[in-house]
DNA sequence: CAGTCAGCCTTACGCTGTAAGGCGTTTCGG
DNA sequence: CCGAAACGCCTTACAGCGTAAGGCTGACTG
């Protein structure tokens, strides 16, 4: 039998199955160690195989991404506000801390597929339903990603970086030379992360309340201006929706 | 002459020279699309000479890490300690948006070389000389600093990210399917973007100082522990020094 | 039975970082 | 003054990368 070479046997491909492998072996060889062959040695295929279930690299992170995304715990909007901004901010920060080493791409990349805007969506809700107006959300929405964000990002990358340094400092040489750091590095150890995060995040939620307490209950949500405004962009500017990333 | 080469005349290379292509390619091209190739063209030099100053691209990285470091502006110690902390993270944020590119590959790096500790280890003096015990000062720091980069990391962003998604939603159906989104974008963009961060770092600010009122003046920094723990691994695995960085 | 399609394959191209080693010029010790 | 070493930059080569182009096989469909 010339003809039909023997293949091996195995489950087929499925963009379920890549994904789950994807994101699997990012999580053991980070980001940079990452590639699609690889990825193809993992499930057993070819590289050029997986195309056939996404048109690029770019395609298959942004999958990933929305994975992520989907699974990120939201809080019941039956709970104080206060508490709901809580348990989104301890949420995100689970889901960056189940793929701590995906995150750090999630991090510098927008969340702007549906999964994304979704998202953003119902935390944006939280201020509106807390009686916030459009421009103190908006602001108050941003301040606290910050923090979230920033603070994801040190716990994800403490989890999985490596380090930075190609010549680090010796440990004796910091310890001479930064006694600061090394009066405060017991505080630094992940066991301490939780209650740092936890007091980082009270802070904000506190000075939320407040500028709450400060501010009209009702505030105006009716449309600033009938255009979307792209954020970051001029308005005429904007790019196409072409299927195809150029940019990466 | 057929024995000497005809070498086009031009400045010699040098880190100086290096260092400054390299963070202008960068800015220029994003950090997917540097590369020793076209840093050495831009240069007007091959690739491998670079390595002659340069032991690796990640020795390369770390020495522009350590030079936007340098160059990042820190508050005069005669001010009140609210108001240096305020102004190191505006200076965090200015030295992030004069190398927005570059920035999204500092912020997933650690900062353990000679100028990211001292760097570090002046603002937990902020925090000494404030009077907060070497405890409060980890957490607040590490707290502060999760704004601040979070911050700096989406400002930046915003400056230099294209599009993320590979299949974005279009503004249209963004505009109706995201209604809260779309009634805040106004106000995220650039030029709304330091009164949010503005915000945001006094809500951390007045946390701070509140905790300030609460805890006695002058708290412990005597050493916690003899022992210098490293932040982010068990006592025990601590990498050698080499040279090399291998995970890059 | 022919046609179409999904699913997976091979081949090839231009790009990357960098290991290994060469060659002309400058600098310096004897 | 001369031989040797060091410096500054070079060429060549290799393994790995994403992916464009296209081929083969088996299943399903008209």
Known sequence: MPRTKARAPREPLSRERIEEAALALIE?????????????????????????????????????????????????????????????????????????RFFQFVVVHRMNTAAGLAYLESILGIFRDAGFDAETS??????????????????????????????????AVAARDYPLITAVNPYFRPAERE?????????????????????????????AS?????ADTKPAGRRSRSSRSPSR
């Open 28 to 100: 053991r060889e980070g980001n940079e160690g990452f590639s699609m062959r690889k990825l193809a040695e993992d499930l057993g295929c070819r590289a050029m195989s997986l195309y056939h279930y996404f048109p690029s690299l770019a395609h298959l992170r942004d999958a990933l991404l929305d994975r992520l995304v989907s699974a990120t715990r939201l809080p019941p909007a039956s709970l104080p506000w206060q508490e709901r901004l809580r348990q989104v901010a301890y949420g995100y920060r689970e889901a960056a801390l189940r793929h701590p």
């Open 138 to 171: 908006a602001r108050l929405f941003r301040a606290l990603g910050y923090y979230i964000a920033g603070a994801a990002l040190d716990e994800a990358a403490g989890y999985s970086r490596g380090p930075s340094a190609a010549v680090p400092v010796p440990d």
């Open 195 to 223: 209650q740092t995060f936890a007091m980082g995040l009270e802070i904000m939620l506190a000075g939320i309340a407040r500028i709450h307490g400060e501010t009209a209950a009702a505030g105006s949500w009716e449309p």
């Open 226 to 230: 009938a255009n979307f405004v792209p």
